[in-house]
């Protein structure tokens, strides 16, 4: 697939309009050679200058005296910067097409941004009951993980010190059950016990401190160590073996990877990487070929940003095909299936807004996506929400109407706009289009928002919605809401569904 790609742009460069000039066929081919080519009016001409370019010439080999890409990392992460290869060694392009590139790409940069246009009529959200919960008596929160366990009807809570707890809605209470050494970022409780995922190191690292860890009754075990940042994990009997496999994201950073850990003879989880890429985020199970074999669909973000499908093949082998591709501006973060449009296959719906690194600015294009799907696995965009920053959505019937609403959370909204909005709530009015009433949280409930799980957390039949706050900031807020969310008691908002 890649190299197809990779010729492709070489037919696209050849077929050039003569036209065309140099520094726009310059950029066709560099800057479309390894992920899409994001538009160049999607970020302003002093973050080309300073951030992107910098970084980009280092990685294709030119020497900027102002600017070293290994500054900060150890000898060791350098070793293995160096070994994967991410710079250059050696020029790829003349230095007299390189400035050629730069001037052609910081002439058409803009100075700035357009703004997404507030909507004079958007509504406070009525249907659910706001609870709020403390899980402990410490100010602030950081919640790295939140699911909810439908066996015991648990809320499930991993944190950046690497405890996990457990919450009783129904009854109110909060247990510790475990703790690891790092931040948890997945909790899987399977008969054998739980499957802790500990990330290593929160932070862009090449340092691989991250483990898989199983605890029970009896005691903890280090399934596999050394794992590259671990954002997710996923559970699973593929090839229905009765043997649980796990496919782990890592994130990574500079490199990452998406693996697949499999017991061997001796009971024994061997690690085999299927996609050697940084950003893996998420994956879910689904059989998209329609062959009884589980297949993988999964999202990754940190450059080449796409939804992917590894299809399942025999003797767990597997084959890549790409679903969606995205702009590497666009912070993609989140991705669900659902059949949108009630036509009997799913779509694809993609939320877009990481915006903690190098071109921390409000970014209209942010937002979600909703892609139909044709029926063969083709999908369009078809819907776009802009939303400052959204990282998550949980896509369901909440009203009871027959058609799907949509919750979306951001973690990087404009801070200038008050109240912050970081919550938002798509009531879709039904119909052939896409309709929906934009609703938000009421003024008095407010909070740094992160994570969010749909679950029926009362057990009365319908969906009600769990935020997580994290005070934990990647980027600059204003000081009187980070003195206001890091004095908070508040953990967990639940939005309890009125319905029923």
Known sequence: MRLQFLLLCLIVVSCAKPTQNRGERLYASHCASCHTAPRI?????????????????????????????????????????????????????????????????????????????????????????????????????????????????????????????????????????????????????????????????????????????????????????????????????????????????????LTGELSLLQKDSNGIYQKKVLIQSPGSMRSIVRDLDGDGKDDIVFMKAQGDEAIMVLYQKDDMTFSADMLLRFSPVLGTSWFEMVDFDGDGDEDIITVHGDNADKTQILKPYHGLRIHLNNGDNEYEESFFYPMYGATRSETFDYDGDGDLDIALVSTFPDYADRPVKSFVYLENAGGDGFDFTERILPKQIDGKWFLMKAADVDADGDQDIILSTFTYYFTPIPKDLSQKWSESLTDLMVLENTLK
């Open 41 to 253: 009016d999607h970020l302003t001409k002093e973050l080309w200058e300073n951030s992107i370019l910098p970084e980009m010439g280092a990685r294709m080999g030119i020497k900027d005296p102002n600017y070293d890409p290994y500054k900060g990392y150890t000898h060791a992460e350098q070793f293995d910067i160096k070994q994967a290869g991410i710079y250059s060694p050696i020029p790829t392009i003349s230095q007299e097409d390189w400035i050629k590139l730069k001037d052609y790409i910081l002439a058409n940069a803009p100075d700035g941004l357009p703004v997404i246009p507030k909507n004079p009529s958007i509504q406070t959200l009525e249907q659910f009951e706001f609870k709020s919960i403390s899980i402990d008596s410490v100010p602030g929160a950081a919640i790295s993980f939140l699911g909810y366990d439908e066996g015991s009807q648990n809320i499930l809570i991993g944190n950046l010190d690497g405890s996990v707890n457990t919450f009783d809605y129904l009854q109110g209470t909060s247990q510790n059950i475990f703790r690891a050494q790092s931040a948890v970022t997945a909790f899987n409780p399977t008969d054998l016990g739980d499957i802790v995922t500990a990330v290593g190191i929160l932070n862009p690292s090449q340092q691989k401190e991250g483990a898989l860890l199983l605890r029970n009754e009896v005691a903890t075990d280090t399934l596999i160590a050394g794992l590259h940042r671990p954002v997710h994990s996923l559970v699973h009997d593929f090839n229905k073996d009765g043997q649980l496999e796990i496919v782990v994201c890592e994130f990574g950073h």
